[in-house]
């Protein structure tokens, strides 16, 4: 098993803690697997003169965002 597969294996907070320190694979993996939700997601919002793919590029950028600013204490 290599440290990618211990990685998917850990607690999202594990995750987020881990990429808050520097760790690209945790973030790759928290990234990966809320894309599909904010795809879903996408779909519900309209802005005039933007495409769905603009909408998922935000909302990537807010996973982003979230996984940055995580903190557990609140």
């Keep these: 098993m290599d440290r990618y597969d211990r990685d998917l294996n850990r607690s999202e907070e594990e995750l987020v803690r881990l990429a808050q320190n520097g760790n690209g694979e945790a973030e ?13 997601k996408a779909h519900l919002y309209f802005m005039v003169g933007a495409d769905r793919d603009d909408i998922v590029q935000e909302g990537m950028i807010g996973i982003f965002k979230a996984i940055r600013s995580f903190d557990r204490s609140r």
Excluded: G
């Design 28 to 40: 790759e993996i928290l990234i990966r697997k809320y894309k599909e939700v904010v795809k879903t």
